[in-house]
């Protein structure tokens, strides 16, 4: 199974990210982007970027975790660089 879902999501300088309740807003020098969290998934600000945490080990949170990560680093390097 894929550990994606423990790496942290790196930002860049030059983006903004804002987290309101389940919502993550990321604003950066080529656009502007959203993403609503599903319900029992935190994305947190670390040491080392963003992170991306689940409740408990129960089946339905441990894909949504990897899910999420991805599409918030997706968000994050669309608003940093673009997409080509």
Do not use: F, W
């Amino acid at each position: 199974m894929s550990r994606i879902g423990r790496l942290p999501v790196t930002v860049p300088a030059g983006v903004d990210i804002a987290i309101e309740g389940q919502t993550v807003k990321v604003k950066g020098p080529k656009g502007e982007l959203s993403h609503v969290v599903a319900e029992p998934i935190t994305v947190e600000r670390g040491e080392n970027g963003l992170e991306v945490k689940r409740p408990d080990d129960a089946r339905t949170p441990r894909p949504l975790r990897g899910l999420t990560r991805t599409r918030v680093n997706h968000g994050v390097h669309g608003g940093a660089d673009g997409y080509e």
